[in-house]
């Protein structure tokens, strides 16, 4: 890694990028705290953009890295809220909402909070993202009022915010963008978020339309699921026996994150076969799902002879897995 430390503080904007960029994308760090450390200094770094990517790749590390920021990195996002550029203020409030524990956090809400008044609109909308991912209750006033922001993608994730914060006055934006392909899965994932009853005629009129989308399709069950349509669970189930790879792959995923019991047999049949490629996935699955009740099928996979190792880590992660 010694290469890589050297390209991160490089006179070259350029190999630094470059070097952020690649630091990012690991997602094991023992050892590597040296590299942490020079991607937080590049937080300092005279270039907007290189200021930005470093606040954009510490939030990745701390996504799927497990990296938790020490208090002065995060106090250095906090001074980057007031940074010059729009695009570093954007990313100061996307990493607020990832960087260091988790908390209550006042201080970053109420950075977040002026931030959303913010004069440019990408800056105004991944502050308004970040107050529903801190799940900032008390800003669901300044989000309501976002409602009617000039810009829509702000507008939007307002409203996404609210419904992560169990608030309906954003219902109404959310079903409006159902009728858009492009923002069809993250509406149905807000919904998903509200579980509110009164989206169902909304979410089941996209189920009419012609060629929709596999995936939209199940991400419309999913919604439904969540509000308590009766008849959801077992769509979801049946798209896990489909044919295509990537639609069982997501119906696996989604029978376990969003707990579907119906869909335990299922699971243990994929998770069971050795010859299906899809046994790690249904395995992390039965862990999200709960794995009382699955026990036996699960410690009979972990006897298999010659099992796979990191499959033997799935199961034993889902056999702890609170």
Same mark, same amino acid.
């Given at each position: 890694?010694?290469?890589?430390?050297?390209?991160?503080?490089?006179?070259?904007?350029?190999?630094?990028?470059?070097?952020?960029?690649?630091?990012?994308?690991?997602?094991?760090?023992?050892?590597?705290?040296?590299?942490?450390?020079?991607?937080?200094?590049?937080?300092?770094?005279?270039?907007?953009?290189?200021?930005?990517?470093?606040?954009?790749?510490?939030?990745?590390?701390?996504?799927?890295?497990?990296?938790?920021?020490?208090?002065?990195?995060?106090?250095?996002?906090?001074? $980057?809220?007031? /940074? *010059?550029? =729009?695009? +570093?203020?954007? #990313?100061?409030? @996307?990493? %607020?909402?990832? &960087? !260091?524990?988790?908390?209550?956090?006042?201080?970053?809400?109420?950075?977040?909070?002026? $931030?959303?008044? /913010? *004069?440019? =609109?990408? +800056?105004?909308? #991944?502050?308004? @993202?970040? %107050?529903?991912? &801190? !799940?900032?209750?008390?800003?669901?006033?300044?989000?309501?009022?976002?409602?009617?922001?000039?810009?829509?993608?702000?507008?939007?994730?307002?409203?996404?915010?609210?419904?992560?914060?169990?608030?309906?006055? !954003?219902?109404?934006?959310?079903?409006?963008?159902?009728?858009?392909?492009?923002?069809?899965?993250?509406?149905?994932?807000?919904?998903?978020?509200?579980?509110?009853?009164?989206?169902?005629?909304?979410?089941?009129?996209?189920?009419?339309?012609?060629?929709?989308?596999?995936?939209?399709?199940?991400?419309?069950?999913?919604?439904?699921?969540?509000?308590?349509?009766?008849?959801?669970?077992?769509?979801?189930?049946?798209?896990?026996?489909?044919?295509?790879?990537?639609?069982?792959?997501?119906?696996?995923?989604?029978?376990?994150?969003?707990?579907?019991?119906?869909?335990?047999?299922?699971?243990?049949?994929?998770?069971?076969?050795?010859?299906?490629?899809?046994?790690?996935?249904?395995?992390?699955?039965?862990?999200?799902?709960?794995?009382?009740?699955?026990?036996?099928?699960?410690?009979?996979?972990?006897?298999?002879?010659?099992?796979?190792?990191?499959?033997?880590?799935?199961?034993?992660?889902?056999?702890?897995?609170?």
């Amino acid at each position: 890694m010694g290469d890589l430390l050297q390209r991160l503080g490089d006179r070259d904007a350029e190999v630094r990028l470059a070097a952020l960029l690649e630091a990012g994308a690991l997602t094991e760090l023992a050892g590597l705290e040296a590299v942490v450390e020079a991607m937080v200094q590049r937080l300092w770094d005279e270039l907007p953009g290189i200021r930005q990517a470093s606040l954009d790749m510490l939030g990745r590390l701390a996504t799927f890295a497990g990296h938790v920021a020490d208090e002065r990195t995060v106090t250095r996002a906090l001074a $980057l809220t007031r /940074d *010059e550029s =729009p695009k +570093v203020r954007a #990313e100061a409030a @996307a990493a %607020l909402a990832l &960087l !260091g524990e988790a908390g209550p956090h006042p201080e970053r809400v109420q950075a977040l909070l002026r $931030l959303a008044e /913010d *004069e440019a =609109p990408e +800056v105004r909308h #991944e502050a308004l @993202a970040a %107050l529903g991912d &801190l !799940g900032a209750v008390d800003a669901a006033d300044t989000l309501a009022r976002h409602l009617d922001d000039p810009d829509a993608e702000a507008a939007f994730e307002a409203a996404f915010a609210l419904a992560s914060l169990k608030d309906a006055r !954003g219902r109404a934006v959310l079903e409006r963008e159902l009728t858009k392909a492009r923002r069809r899965l993250d509406a149905c994932e807000g919904l998903r978020r509200l579980a509110d009853p009164a989206a169902e005629p909304a979410l089941r009129k996209v189920l009419d339309r012609w060629f929709l989308p596999w995936a939209d399709r199940l991400s419309v069950w999913s919604a439904l699921h969540a509000l308590g349509a009766a008849d959801a669970a077992e769509q979801v189930v049946a798209s896990a026996r489909a044919r295509r790879l990537e639609e069982r792959t997501y119906a696996l995923a989604l029978i376990g994150s969003q707990r579907i019991e119906a869909g335990r047999a299922a699971l243990e049949a994929v998770a069971s076969d050795p010859k299906d490629i899809l046994r790690d996935t249904a395995v992390r699955a039965l862990g999200e799902l709960g794995a009382t009740g699955s026990e036996a099928v699960l410690q009979a996979i972990l006897q298999t002879p010659d099992i796979p190792e990191e499959l033997a880590a799935d199961v034993r992660a889902a056999l702890t897995r609170p």
